[in-house]
């Protein structure tokens, strides 16, 4: 028996989303085939996971994605014909909420009458590449800028 391909290639999806494996093989008797997910064998009692096997495909459909669904998936058909075969591996990341960031100071030698620069940490990025971050101030005493929003100067991760 041979694997032909598994698609999708490596993919990122959003939280929530669903995805569809196909495994495409030549073997002759049809063989059993086995979905894993990082070296594992996937667990076919969980509702998230839908295996169909037919003579010449399998499809592992996975819905409700989330963050634990994330790592290397690929299929391996055995006919009992060896040798058997396994697909390469394909990367998925399943992108979630970033968490909120924290250590956010203001270093009083960074303060100016017009400006301000802000420090943090990031904490779990959520599996996405953050480029960027919004900031909104809200003024709380009479002596605050007339400024409808700060200008991120830097920041240290």
């Given at each position: 028996?041979?694997?032909l391909s598994i698609t999708p290639e490596n993919t990122t999806l959003i939280e929530g989303s669903t995805l569809t494996f196909n495994c495409s093989y030549d073997a002759n008797p049809a063989p059993n085939v086995t979905w894993g997910q990082n070296m594992s064998s996937i667990d076919t009692s969980d509702?998230?996971?839908n295996i169909v096997t037919e003579e010449t495909y399998s499809l592992l459909?996975?819905?409700?994605a989330n963050i634990n669904y994330s790592g290397?998936?690929?299929c391996s058909i055995d006919n009992g014909i060896p040798p058997s075969d396994?697909?390469?591996g394909v990367n998925?990341?399943?992108q979630?909420?970033?968490?909120?960031v924290f250590d956010l100071t203001a270093p009083s030698n960074d303060i100016t009458s017009d400006s301000i620069k802000l420090a943090w940490t990031l904490g779990f990025?959520?599996?996405?590449d953050i480029t960027g971050v919004n900031i909104t101030y809200i003024a709380t005493s009479n002596f605050a800028s007339p400024h409808s929003g700060f200008e991120m100067v830097s920041t240290t991760n």
């Open positions: 028996p041979k694997v509702p998230n996971f459909e996975v819905t409700f290397v998936y690929g396994g697909s390469n998925i990341i399943v979630v909420a970033p968490d909120p990025d959520g599996n996405a």
